[in-house]
């Protein structure tokens, strides 16, 4: 389930290499993948405020593809630019600066195809799916690790996440302050000055977003979409990074999408909680539409609510991405904004006494295949009370709850339905839940129901194979036999069942 | 629990009785109690239909009082007039009709006070609460069958009800023919003629209304409210009684009303799942008019939907009766419309494969907890799988589930709340469940959740004890102390939990 293709970063580092002692010089040609990062440095002079008043930028061609991309100052007297290949065959690039050092300067390499298990970055896919950009489904199985880099141990939320199934992780630029669950210092921070004499918002400070970059490479190389939070309003003035004003913002922005665009795997979320950092729409509007004309790649963009939503219908949003514990408008949501429905906040497993911390793993697990049989995605937490509050949900670590291994198990059912044309039912009633391709592929979830039987209406005219689906005890269990018309087939009467229905085709 | 004042059965027997045997004679005093129904039957020979065309009406007095009501054919020659005494004394009455034999009669009668147990009609209390006439609180626990009476074992079915907390009973007047689980013959039908032949809608069947009227009057000496369906879909055909033209449903809905509005526990539901009836707008607006201005005692008036909603704001609409397994609406609901919220529909108990009658015990008994926590009251009904298709949820019997002690449970809670200034939280979030009355009472559920502290925001001038309850296994654990302020308790870390916290007089 884990792309595991830690190849890419090493080309990355190989190519970094060749590129930097090459420096401003067209050097041969190196080589580097597919949707992997290719990143040119370059070493320049530069008076005043490179990170605010050093502009670089690079258009790299490859026959009619043309892209343009920024670059950005990384301490050190250097300055670079990184670039995504979306195809393979030669790329080459010029620059343009106005710093003369790092203008007109020129370049190429080789793009080779990626490895069969990279299949290039997410894009919205028929509207209400996910895929990748080689046409591959992408079904989001997301999880929630706020802090995981900064506040946390990377290392061991790594190695957590390459064994289980997650293969979105939200997680937040900024530290987080937020009750006595998370509130230590990072070990560096996103720009220069300091708590107590202040921060200058206009020098970044680039080792925080290497250590960024490190791990959101290595979550890329594990298959893990990084849904980064850009902005979030958990500091309550421990740091006062959620206080920049809107050009300090902007400014922030355009540094992280020069930096962070070419990481196949970034996807831009706006905020978590928007409304309670207190920007105007207008705010929130400059700051979408300067990504989109920032980011060539168009990654996915969303933003994160808290009691109010904002106006998804914002053609700069790609999807939703909710916050609720109510899920019977999502197949309206679906018909009304034409996205597809993420809902990246329904209360996490843990015991801790928080309201949006405290499901049983039954009901998480539930709470994912109610969503997903509505016809969205949804994301896992989790808040186990510890006595060092280490919890997965805002530092990451170990995960101990039993959800995690049930959502693998959905994601493998996820990934076994048809590519194309699997809608959600949909009628006023809105309790049914099922996901349906007519005559060909049917999921039903039961939730927490216990039927002794179960009753469908198939086409007469096609064979079907029925498997009953235990949910939480992991098992599917053929029904013996093939069916057609109304159909009746025995359940076990107990909670967290479901039902798959296949057509079948005879050699006949 | 149960009002089990049989003596107002027998009081009216009595009454009925004596004031037979005078006829149209005033004739000394005889008693009947307070809220218990005082009949007068007179004798009278008529030419043609005495049903659609013998005109009756009773007006009677008691000091400023002074109410009107319609009287009815019964057969036999009998004409009979109906009150319900709403206070005690002397109350006269003169009739009024184009018989001559039935025109300018009178009588008397004192009305005593009623039993302890007998608190009245129950009304809307507080905008969004009910009580009885004496001021009592009524909270709704209610319970469906819609047959018990005509198609089931009427006997049977009291007997379980007494020894359950149901004080609501979903019911309807005509037969129904739905699916598997419902669809044998009545001993009576209400109209003259026969499925083969047709029915005569302007002839009733005084012995089907008899066999009604003498379970609902069953029912009041239980203490349990009749919600009455007036009108449903569920026929298909077989007997035709959703298929009477509007001017014959009026003439039922005038009849049913005569007959039966002096019975103090009636409650008027027009239809159950309007929309599959086919009337209109305004044929419903004429029925539910025609009871207003026919019943002077002024019962209950609701009108429970399908898949989509009467216009409940109207002003004839006395509290919203909902089929819904979505609650988070119910506080806004409540705000939107001004009246009480009644989930009288919201899945089973049972084993069935309808999505409708499925739940287990424990989400029957949450979604009671749920509704109940957001400001609304819930109806329960059960509907396992039985050889013989007798399922409690159409033809009442035995009852086997797991829940209905656990309702009972939750009415002893109910009744043990302040008896006004009790309202449901309610914010964006809609998230949190719970009643409060500020600084007085509050009653959290924490539903499939397992957190193992809570953590409460008191007054911090006001002493509080907090209670553990466990609505599942029925046990009230108190904490130890009393708290003011930041409160954190321990809570056992598993489903199904509430906490109720009262505020704590000392003698200081």
Redesign the interface.
Known sequence: MKNTASINGFIKIIVSCILALSSSLSFGNPTTSQWAVFEQSFAAKFEGNPFREGKLKATFSNGDKVLTVDGFYDGGGIFKIRFMPDASGEWSFITESNIPDLDKKTGSFTCVPSAGSVHGMVHVRDTFEFGYSDGTPYYPVGTTCYQWVFQGNPKQTLETLSKNAFNKIRMCVFPKNYDVYINNEPPLYPFEGSKEKGWDFDRFNPAYFKMLEENIGKLMDLGIEADLILFHPYDWGKWGFDKMPQDKRLQYVEYIVARLASYRNVWWSLANEFEYLGFSNGEWEQLFTLIESKDPYHHLRSIHN???WYDVLKPYITHLSVQT??F?DIQDWREKYKKPVIIDEC?YE???????G???A??MTSRFWQVYCRGGYCTHGETY?DSRNILWWSKGGILRGQSPSRIAFLRKIMEERPISGVVPFH??????MYLFKPGEYYLYY?G????????FKMPGNIKFKFEVIDTWNMTITPVEGTFSGST?IKMP?R?WMAVRIKSFMTSE
């Open positions: 808290g009691e109010h514990t109510d019977f209360v843990g015991d801790i006494p928080s309201d949006w405290n499901l049983t039954e009901e009370i009628n006023l009633w809105n309790k049914e039961y927490n129901t216990q039927q002794k039987l179960a009753r009746e009467g909670p």
